[in-house]
């Protein structure tokens, strides 16, 4: 069976939850026997190691997405020009850039993409299309999520294959463009839901979310829990001489990093919190860098610099480390998220968890048992950070149940099921 993954890239300046997911899938998958095909678009990826073939070509650059919105004339131009913006050290560029990442401002384009050929990228669409027709012939093509559904209607009319689409967090961005942008793009996909042979879940409240906003039935979703390369996770000392508060995602206020950083300082007044630590990393881009510069400056002012650490390296090799180092991992994002696989990553290194009763949270910590839903986030973490006992068992919780049902063979495993299921309905 040849599998072809359409996926977006973050272009590394993040920790990008989907672009690790399909990564490390996609590694999973090939050994597992099966020929698995990534193939990125806008931005170069994020990944645990690169399953991107060298002679796979970029396909909707970043750079030629935003000229063929803006400019009709680049609508048009030949493949030669296209592909000089398409070089690696031009998207690496572009995606260091504030906007890139952000869907504030990126309503039209957003709209334009979900309207496939009918869209000001139709040539990206076609090329795409002919390249799969040509060099791939495969037997299911999966999507990345739902922000991609424009491709969907080329892809079955050209290559006469089921295809599969991921959900994952498409709700936040999609919320988040400005009106009245953000309603139409939700219209366009509700339209085309009907070309998508399967979809599926990261969780079962965002499968309940989505069936809800997408209107379609629950039963056309499929749940598939992210699973992780276990590999180099050991179980973190925890020994709280002295605790650290770790956060793990982008380094973001809307991920609640600022909260993080307030509850952290409430705890430095706590009586046996005075030597409390706190270890951020997840990377940053654009308005982040302002977030971050004002919480230093907030923190020099409080005589706390030199307590908190905001790490630079979030790659698999840093991060192991990183969570190796901590007591506790929080990240506080109050609307929650469909996932959360720094929960999953933490809880490999034996790293208890304490999040917000919102989303796919208490599913994540109530089927592992390793760690906390807060509905007060200062007395919690005080509860568990003064409590190194508690916080042990937590980890242990965490760290079997992950092994056991969150590793990212599982996940393939998974995947697999669904792949021949809509084969054989196909």
Known sequence: ???????????????????????????????AGVDAVMVPMYLPMFTDGDPVSDDTPVFFGGINVWLQQQVPFFRRTPRWLDRWFDSKWMLKRAASMEGT???????????????????????????????????????????SNALLIGLVTEIKAKLKVPVVCSLQDEDGWLDAID?????????????RTGDV???????????????????????????????IEL?????????????????????????????????FIELKKVAGLG?????????????DRTCVSSLRKKLVRLGLEKD??????????HRLAFLSSLSVLCVPVERGEAFGTYIIEAMAAGVPVVQPNAGAFPEIIEATGGGVIYTDLVETLQEVLTNPDQARELGQKGRAAVEAGFSVETMAQNMIAVYRGIRQND
Request: charged share 25%; net charge negative.
């Open 308 to 317: 908190v650490e905001f790490v630079e390296d979030f790659s698999r090799e």
């Open 179 to 191: 009106p009245p942008y953000n309603q139409q793009c939700w219209d366009a996909i509700r339209a």
């Open 197 to 227: 042979d399967r979809f599926v879940a990261v969780s079962h409240w965002f499968a309940d979310r989505m069936s809800e906003r997408l209107k379609i039935p629950r039963e056309q979703i499929e749940v598939v829990h992210v699973g």
């Open 1 to 31: 069976m040849k599998v072809v993954h359409i996926v977006p890239g973050s272009g590394g300046t993040f920790y990008c939850q989907n672009c690790m997911r399909d990564s490390a899938l996609v590694q999973a998958l090939r050994r």
């Open 101 to 143: 990442t952000s869907p504030a401002g990126l309503g039209a384009m957003t709209l334009s993409m979900l309207e496939g050929a009918r869209g000001n990228q139709r040539k990206e669409v076609e090329r795409l299309v002919q390249w799969l027709v040509e060099h791939e012939k495969p037997d299911v093509v999966h999507i």
């Open 231 to 263: 590999d180099g996770f050991k179980p973190a000392a925890l020994d709280f001489d002295p605790p650290v508060l770790g956060y793990l995602s982008r380094l973001n206020a809307s991920l609640g990093l600022e909260r993080l950083v307030e509850a």
């Open 275 to 287: 030597n409390l630590r706190l270890r951020a990393t997840g990377g940053l881009v654009g308005e």
